[in-house]
């Protein structure tokens, strides 16, 4: 077992520098020191410090001359920290989110140059730079490319590496560097050593990621790294990363030999002392061009928040949502995933909402007990749309697990919707159904046959003013966590893709009315969280439950 002392201490430094406060460091930097001090203290674990050192050595090629010391610490833990039985990588899987400006791509190239190095060790050990965009999987390969062009080292380059514009080998060890896109072809084909995943935040699901990663173990020592900044995707694979990280760094489960990296300010007000930006980017204090900028940044953010939420979210790595701009905060809404009980024979009501039934269209069944709102949501989707190329959420994946229902006709069949209203009115008691008052005479013949009628006053035909009365218990069931919509990815990503836009004004003065809209009208929709307003307008009309939510069966939807 190995001593504080005896961390080397190219990898030490940085963690001097967290635990002492010498550099201000968020909760989860605290948590990672922590995590890694007890980990040589209890494991039989070894650095490599000849790997280490003549790693360290290779930077003197790269213009920025030497590594940030959090640099050192990542590439001492990820890439030369091992098991003293087996050898085998005791971190080789690294999650590392870190502000915009970090030098990320720059800490990517040069740990793909120690890979394939023959300091690794390792034949043939490729290194596969992946991204959304080729613009983003390129930047690291072209901070390589740069360093063997470069007429100061180009004839030594030449003498232990080949390039072309598509990939990088070593002469020595054969080991290929190339990026790569979402575009299928060649992926099956890879037998990586390491895969890096950039920008994971635009990553919408783990379809690719999981292609990408099928190559991995047909080299030894198989590693993976997912680096980012914050970003606007939400429920994707950045959320669940983070998520198992902060399990991890807390100790409510086994690291599985993940390092979790994660630079952010641990909150939102901290953002208004510049000291406490190097939280996001333990790189700033050597930045000073950098700071510079971040400064203008601000200065825009304080004077427009809703038009510059890039500063929070990718410099700070908090993402914001601007009353004007954003329903409520990503945590809110993350909140609402939690079990729903078993509500067989409770009384709801019912909420519809579709834009064009050539779209999507959504039913909301809503429960209340108390503070607590219960919502059970469905989807259906037109597979004509023309908007159909536009969304970017893995909406097959949902239709195969039942969350969506797709639809392969010129629109959606108002029979389907009444059929999953009759077939879950059988189970559940509704008082009553809202649609919009627009949208009314589209439905109203199917309603009708299943004994709902505005007539007959079991239908409300929601108008703007419902709904901007509404907005407030909206709101404060947001911000208290009061809605638990159980494992409904898809009225989460509705809820997400909604914005709360000023409406109203007495003799020139705002009386705080507000109304709903979509962030995006084409990629970004929100019939599923419209369909849980137009069931909360009716709200009222909905009898208290009477058992105790802990009497009840706990059961996903």
């Known amino acids: 077992m190995m001593n504080y002392k005896e961390i080397h201490p190219q990898i030490r430094e940085y963690m001097d520098q967290v635990t002492s406060g010498k550099i201000r460091a968020c909760q989860e930097q605290h948590d990672l020191m922590k995590m890694v001090m007890e980990a040589f203290a209890k494991e039989d674990i070894y650095i490599n410090k000849e790997q280490l050192e003549k790693y ?68 043939k050990y490729d290194v596969d730079i992946c991204a959304n965009s080729e613009d983003q999987a390129m930047a690291p390969f072209v901070d390589i490319w740069d360093v063997l062009e470069d007429p100061q080292y180009n004839a ?88 198992q990280s902060l399990e991890i760094l807390k100790g409510e489960i086994p690291d599985n030999g993940m390092l979790p990296f994660i630079c952010r300010l641990d909150a939102k007000d901290e ?38 939420t890039a500063f929070m979210t990718k410099r700070m790595n908090l993402p914001e949502g601007d009353p004007e701009m954003q329903v409520t905060d990503w945590e809110n809404i993350k909140a609402t995933e939690k079990e729903l ?25 809503h429960f209340k007990q108390g503070d607590k709102r219960f919502d059970i949501s469905h989807s259906w989707l037109c597979l004509k749309s023309k908007h159909l190329s536009y969304l970017k959420v893995p909406y097959a994946q949902w239709a195969k697990e039942g969350k969506l229902t797709l639809v392969n006709d010129v629109e959606i069949n108002p029979d ?23 949208r009314y005479a589209l439905l109203a013949g199917a309603l009708k046959t299943i004994g709902f009628d505005y007539e007959a006053k079991n239908i409300k035909l929601v108008r703007p003013s419902d709904i901007m009365r ?15 919509w159980g494992d409904a990815p898809m009225l989460r990503w509705a809820a997400n893709n909604t914005k709360m836009i000023r409406v109203g004004k007495s003799q020139g003065q705002d009386i705080g009315n507000f109304k709903y809209g979509k962030i995006e009208p084409r ?35």
């Open 56 to 123: 360290l050595k290779q930077v003197q090629y790269f213009p920025y001359g030497q590594l940030f010391t959090w640099e050192k610490f990542v590439l001492g833990l990820h890439a030369c920290t091992y098991y003293k039985k087996d050898n085998r990588p005791r971190w080789p899987d690294l999650f590392l989110l870190i502000g915009r400006g970090a030098g990320k791509d720059g800490f990517i190239a040069f740990e793909s140059w120690c890979f394939v190095s023959p300091y690794n060790g390792i034949k």
């Open 156 to 243: 030594k380059m030449r003498g232990h590496f080949y390039w072309t514009k598509e990939q990088i080998v070593s002469q020595k060890t054969k080991s290929t560097i190339k990026f790569r896109t979402n575009n299928p072809k060649g992926k099956d084909g890879l037998r990586s050593g390491i895969v890096y995943f950039n920008e994971i935040h635009q990553y919408q699901d783990y379809k690719n990621i999981n292609v990408f990663t099928t190559g991995l173990g047909k080299k030894p020592h198989p590693r993976r790294a997912y680096t980012t900044t914050n970003g606007d995707v939400r429920d994707g694979p950045l959320d669940s990363l983070l998520e």
């Open 523 to 557: 990629a970004r929709k929100n019939d599923p969280f419209m369909a849980l307003v137009h069931s909360m307008v009716i709200e009222s009309d909905l009898p208290e439950m009477q058992t105790s939510i802990m009497d009840l069966d706990v059961r996903f939807y």
């Open 341 to 365: 009980p078993d509500l067989s024979g409770k009384p709801c009501v019912v909420g519809i909402d579709y834009s064009k039934l050539t779209d999507i269209t959504s039913v909301n069944f």
């Open 271 to 308: 953002v208004h002392d510049a000291e406490n930006w190097q939280k996001s980017n333990p790189s700033l204090p050597y930045l000073p061009h950098l700071m510079d900028e971040m400064l203008k940044e601000y200065r825009d953010y304080i004077r427009n928040p809703g038009q510059f």
């Open 416 to 438: 389907l919707i009444i059929e999953y209203i009759t077939r879950l009115g059988k189970k559940y008691q509704i008082s009553k159904i809202a649609l919009d008052d627009f």
């Open 470 to 484: 509404v907005v407030p218990v909206i709101d404060s069931a947001f911000v208290n966590q009061y809605f638990i």
